[in-house]
T-cell receptor, first 111, second 114 residues
Framework: AQRVTQPEKLLSVFKGAPVELKCNYS??????LFWYVQYSRQRLQLLLR??SRESIKGFTADLNKGETSFHLKKPFAQEEDSAMYYC?????????????FGKGTKLSVIP | KAGVTQTPRYLIKTRGQQVTLSCSPI?????VSWYQQTPGQGLQFLFE???????NKGNFPGRFSGRQFSNSRSEMNVSTLELGDSALYLC?????????????FGPGTRLTVL
């Protein structure tokens, strides 16, 4: 069975400081991993996915299969980054896929 | 393009009752997934529908069921409500329901069971 672990419930950093949100996964197949973000009073939305290997809003995430990790990083935190962040893993079954989410990390950027 | 809509936004029921929640996907999207979000368990996958067929189901009791109509709108039903069913129920739609398609989430329906 697949599992996603986000060890930190809450992470507080100062504006301009680097940010790293940790995500570890457990999955027997080839993982497809995502980061979702939920800003205050907004919907859950996709931030980035590992297959795209892109940087969104200054955030990047690298899949490390050896350490089974997919940590989210940003070199300089901004106040608008304050939000709830969820790491998710997709698994395929019967032609569809489902997302398994971690429990989320609340990022608070202190001005 | 209008986003995913869910109705109603809030619902209060008592134990033993049943409830039906509705989800309208983004136009052109054929896959609809449902998730339950609670403070204790986080976001958990309920089921996924594609072209009116349930393709995948999470680990929930049979009291949780759903369906999808020919216009891709979906409903989920919970029968014999229990206190533990109190949660935010999220619906998400995507084009084809593969990991290459982004899932777009609705605002959720907040269900309170008294």
């Amino acid at each position: 069975a697949q599992r996603v672990t986000q060890p930190e419930k809450l992470l507080s950093v100062f504006k301009g400081a680097p940010v790293e949100l940790k995500c570890n996964y457990s999955y027997s197949g080839s993982p497809e991993l995502f980061w979702y973000v939920q800003y205050s009073r907004q919907r859950l939305q996709l931030l980035l996915r590992h297959i795209s290997r892109e940087s969104i809003k200054g955030f990047t995430a690298d899949l490390n299969k050896g350490e089974t990790s997919f940590h989210l990083k940003k070199p300089f935190a901004q106040e608008e980054d304050s939000a709830m962040y969820y790491c998710a893993l997709s698994s395929s079954g019967a032609g569809s896929y489902q997302l398994t989410f971690g429990k989320g990390t609340k990022l608070s950027v202190i001005p | 393009k209008a986003g995913v809509t869910q109705t109603p936004r809030y619902l209060i029921k008592t134990r033993g009752q049943q409830v039906t929640l509705s989800c309208s996907p983004i136009s052109g999207h054929r896959s609809v997934s449902w998730y339950q979000q609670t403070p204790g368990q986080g976001l958990q996958f309920l089921f996924e529908y594609f072209s009116e067929t349930q393709r995948n189901k999470g680990n929930f009791p049979g009291r949780f069921s759903g369906r999808q109509f020919s216009n891709s709108r979906s409903e989920m039903n919970v029968s014999t409500l229990e206190l533990g069913d109190s949660a935010l129920y999220l619906c998400a739609s995507s084009l084809q329901g593969t990991s290459y398609n982004e899932q777009f989430f609705g605002p959720g329906t907040r269900l309170t069971v008294l």
